[in-house]
């Protein structure tokens, strides 16, 4: 399956599979302390909130799931290592992924395998290859935690171009 981002911002994007048709809205709202919500849209028209992220800026990221029904801080349930950018956690089935986070884009694996679950590809203008808005690529064994996934991705995404930011920083001196 192939979700589709309607714009180039990941936080504020409506996702449409193939045929055109909108499973999700993600909108985020604030400045210091935003917040994520993302919706799921249902074939009667019926939207559920499946989850919300809590950015803050002196305290930890909270992430709220629907599938879990609790939040939690969001680097307790996306775990990373010392020196390394990958995040690491247990989804509902109670396997453990793992969003591998890169400077072109994320991709998740059963932790433990190379086997390629969901992958991000970022918005291509055309020069070298066929452009295409960004969308994720997304294996059909993970679609009954499809909602979980999105919710970390957006998590994840946003670590991964935090820590774009501060490598450029840092190289600019």
């Known amino acids: 399956m192939r979700l589709t981002f309607s714009t180039n911002n990941y936080l504020n994007s409506v996702l449409s599979n ?9 909108s985020t ?8 919500t993302i919706t799921k849209h ?11 992220i809590t950015w803050h800026t002196f305290e930890d990221t909270t992430l709220w799931l629907k599938a879990t029904g609790s939040e939690v801080a969001a680097k307790s349930l996306l775990q990373s290592k010392l020196f390394s950018s990958n995040r690491t956690f247990t989804a509902p089935d109670g ?17 433990g395998t190379n086997l390629q679950l969901v992958k991000y590809h970022k918005r291509n203008m055309g020069i070298m290859s066929p ?6 690529e997304i294996s059909p064994s993970v679609y009954h935690i499809l909602d979980v ?6 998590y994840a995404e946003k670590m991964s171009k935090k820590e774009e930011q501060a490598r450029a920083a840092a190289a600019a001196g």
């Open 42 to 52: 249902g074939q009667c028209g019926d939207d559920d909130i499946i989850g919300v």
């Open 95 to 111: 396997k453990t992924y793992v969003w591998n986070i890169r400077k072109t884009n994320c991709t998740l694996k059963v932790k």
């Open 131 to 136: 452009s295409h808005p960004p969308y994720l």
């Open 18 to 26: 193939d045929q055109g048709q909108q499973l999700y809205t993600i």
């Open 29 to 36: 709202s604030g400045c210091f302390n935003s917040k994520t």
């Open 149 to 154: 996934l999105l919710v970390t991705f957006i």
